[in-house]
């Protein structure tokens, strides 16, 4: 997670103070991140492994009514979109966020850091990477 969350502040840093376009400085990360991984196992293939038996409960269903069953892997990435949404609604790099998607210029004239808001905000999708992976 912390590998995550690095790469995806370098390219927040990148974009926000370099200036690359954010689709190139995460396509760049990217091929780094895969090119890293080839390097550390030496160019051999990671075969999957069994779930440790404190993560079985995921690949579970959870039954509801009758028949009707969903799978208990919803229940984190429930629990990811309320975390979310809390940060994007009710904390202030959230407005920031939406401050900055909306209107950049606009954002900065109102006093918005918009460098910091851009690199807290690929930070935390690069932790929401790792994670998922």
């Known amino acids: ?28 990360m990217m091929a780094f991140a895969r090119g890293l991984a080839k390097w550390a196992t030496g160019g051999a293939k990671v075969v999957l492994m069994d779930l440790p038996r404190s ?6 269903r959870l039954a509801l ?33 939406y401050a900055t998607g909306d209107n950049e210029q606009a954002a900065r004239y109102a006093g918005v850091p918009v460098r910091r808001v851009k690199v807290v905000a690929y930070s935390i999708s690069g932790l929401a990477a790792a994670i998922a992976g």
Do not use: K, N
């Open 55 to 60: 993560w079985e409960w995921l690949d579970r």
């Open 65 to 97: 009514v009758g028949d009707f069953a969903i799978p208990a892997a919803i229940l984190p990435a429930l629990a990811c979109v309320g975390i979310t949404l809390f940060l994007l609604r009710r904390t202030t790099i959230g407005m920031g966020v």
């Open 1 to 28: 997670m912390g590998s995550g969350l690095a790469c995806g502040a370098l390219s927040g840093f990148a974009i926000a103070s370099i200036g690359l376009q954010p689709f190139v400085a995460t396509l760049a």
